[in-house]
């Protein structure tokens, strides 16, 4: 009987442990990434720069280029100035912008990516999507899968709390991202990967049931590893699906309807997922979800991200014009202003203060 698989695209180093970072130059080597030491490296003018000092001498055959911002613009040039450097990989050091700025430039001229993030921001980081903002707002553009993924655990924990707190809110989202394809299955007959769903689903309840902080070594492994797993999925898939549903919806809608006020992606997710699965009827799991942000200091009301509720239930009525053709709670329930509002107010009294 012959034996049927299939090919997972996925890194072939995932290093996730303190002091990763210090051994980025052996790790590529060993692994034949880089047999040859000659690499392009990314980073930002903020953090990955701070770091340049302290990577630099493991990476003696490496050039360095400094990226302006996150658009689409500033990728296409870094890959104009990569060009012609024969080099064996690209790395990106930095935060979520400089990550998806390596990923499109690295994709753009044909080498592969190493992902060194310096935050757990959100699920991007592994993903086999770039995030760039261009001419008309936002966009995203597939790109092939980091080969590595490097995660020092003490960079990391030095980065401004609210980043961590936001990778929180996106993990989170898988659970009803989930929900709402598997929602889309039963009405739709949208078929699921069911490998795909599995990873990030419990990535999703990793995090979540997770009783740990954000200063915890073993807190931020299990939120780093479910935000790789999570990147991985969408690969398995070949779309977003595993990770996004209404609560990507709305946070698209936030982005959309009030670009200078929008808060952190993951902020947004972590919201529009604990509403999410209050509108399915999954009373119990909304208010369990939204006591988890709670305790991580994540949003769970509009208000505690500078919106007045009458803006979120914009927001929510606008979002599924956000990704047309993807169904999910909202789509199903097709929601108006007063019946939002009417929701809005059982979902305050159901979550408690």
Known sequence: MPVLTRL????????????????????????????????????????????RERVA???????????????????????????????????????????????????RIGLPLVAVPTNLAHDGLCSPVATLDNDAGRGSYGVPNPIAVVIDLDVVRA????????????????????ADWELANRVKGERID?????????????VLRHPGGIGDNDFLQVLAEALV???IA??????????????????????????????????QCGLGAAFAMYLRGAHEESAHMAEVL??????????????????????????PQT????????????LKTDQIKDLYADYVKAIGS
């Open 8 to 51: 997972i695209p996925s890194p072939v180093v995932v290093d996730i442990r303190a002091g990763a970072l210090d051994d980025l130059g052996c790790v590529l080597a060993d692994e034949r990434i880089s047999h040859s030491g000659k690499l392009a490296v990314a980073v930002s003018g903020g953090s990955g720069a701070r770091l």
């Open 57 to 107: 001498p493991s990476l003696p055959g490496a050039d360095w280029f400094e990226v302006g911002g996150g658009t689409l613009d500033d990728a296409i040039k870094l890959a104009g100035a990569m060009k012609g450097g024969h080099y064996d990989a690209v790395v990106g050091l930095g935060g979520g912008k400089i990550i998806d700025c390596a990923k499109f430039a690295a994709a």
């Open 159 to 178: 980065a401004p709390a609210r980043f961590v707190r936001a990778g929180i809110g996106d993990a989170v989202s898988n659970v009803s991202a989930i």
């Open 194 to 206: 069911g490998l795909a769903a599995a990873m990030a689903r419990q990535a999703g309840e990793a």
């Open 229 to 231: 797993l999570t990147g």
């Open 234 to 267: 969408m690969s398995v898939s070949g779309d977003s699906r595993p990770a996004s549903g209404a609560c990507h919806e709305i946070n698209h809608a936030f982005d959309l309807l009030f670009p200078t006020r929008a808060a952190a992606h993951g902020e």
């Open 294 to 319: 709670r305790r991580h200091g994540l949003p769970v009301l509009p208000e505690e991200i500078g919106f007045t509720p009458e803006e979120f239930f914009r927001a929510v009525e606008f979002a």
């Open 323 to 334: 990704r047309p053709g993807r169904y999910t709670i909202l789509e199903h329930l097709d």
